[in-house]
């Protein structure tokens, strides 16, 4: 199992989310916000596609990184990821 990684490169988090087959996603919120999610074609209610511009803007607006594991224990690809802040 590889390590958690975490970045903030659009290209190291588009080409991840891209090698599992995701796609960009949000959950909105009340008012102007919304949540991040990678969209991997499960269903899930409320979840809607966004362009990968949308996405980024998102993620730089609120400070956000991308953490993402590479590899299972069984060094298959992971999808674990998660938006955590920054700092």
Known sequence: MSEP???????????WIEARE?????????GKGAV????????EEDLQPVEWEEFFAILDENELAFVHQDLTAEGLPSRFNEF???G
Not at 5 to 14: A, C, F, G, P
Not at 36 to 43: K, N, P
């Open 5 to 15: 990684l975490k970045t903030t490169n659009h290209e190291v988090i588009r080409a």
């Open 22 to 30: 995701g796609r960009p996603a949000v959950v909105r919120t009340a």
């Open 36 to 43: 991040l999610r990678v969209d991997f074609g499960e269903h």
């Open 84 to 86: 955590v802040e920054r």
